[in-house]
């Protein structure tokens, strides 16, 4: 349903181009400015809708070409829009961090299949979320840093070197924090503060 085409509207549409409606909205859009009593906002919200559309149809192609439920494609379209493919074949990892259910090592066969270097920052930044991730529910709030490098290098067939790379980039965007050789996820250092912050009070009391 879009805002300002009832079914009226619909019809002169579809009677006006036939068969040929889906091709002209993918290719010369502003075509639909031919059909008379279509207000030029509405004819807008068209565009706009079937340019979403087609995005979430190519993101769903593409997810079942990689053995991934369709159903996943719907979220990944809702956070990031008509780019959502571009996003996902640029950095296949997305798909790891945003959807319940992808892991690390379904994102990783697809990152393969799309011919991203296993040694790349993409894959190192995915890698280190994914082992600090492992290592929460195991019930550790932290992964010293020389563990990372070793899961790098015996687990992951990676470069243990990118370790250092990548959690500089993931402290950047503030999704990891670095202490006394120890790597958090932001969540588990905040938490551990917290924590501390209140046994220090009940310390402190009477």
Do not use: C
């Not at 002209?24 to 639909?32: F, K, V």
């Not at 640029?90 to 945003?98: C, G």
């Not at 006394?180 to 938490?191: P, V």
């Amino acid at each position: 349903e879009i805002k300002g085409v009832g079914p009226a509207l619909a019809r002169r549409i579809v009677t006006h181009f036939g068969d040929g409606l889906p091709e002209i909205l993918d290719t010369t859009p502003e075509r639909l400015h031919e059909v008379q009593g279509l207000p030029r906002a509405a004819a807008q919200r068209i565009i706009a809708a079937w340019r979403d559309s087609s995005g979430l149809r190519e993101l769903t192609v593409f997810l079942r070409g990689h053995s991934i439920p369709a159903s996943h494609a719907r979220r990944i379209h809702k956070i990031y829009g008509r780019d959502s493919l571009e996003i996902v074949r640029s950095d296949p990892y997305v798909l790891a961090r945003t959807v319940a259910g992808i892991g690390f090592r379904t994102a990783d066969r697809v990152a393969e299949k799309l011919g991203i270097p296993r040694n790349s920052i993409t894959r190192a930044r995915a890698a280190v979320l994914y082992l600090l991730e492992r290592m929460a529910e195991e019930g550790h709030v932290y992964t010293p840093i020389d563990e990372l490098e070793h899961q790098f290098g015996s687990g992951l067939d990676m470069e243990p070197a990118l370790v250092f790379q990548a959690l500089e980039d993931l402290m950047q965007t503030g999704d990891v924090v670095t202490e006394r050789e120890r790597a958090y996820l932001k969540r588990l250092h905040e938490a551990e503060v917290m924590v501390a912050e209140r046994l220090r009070l009940l310390a402190s009391g009477p």
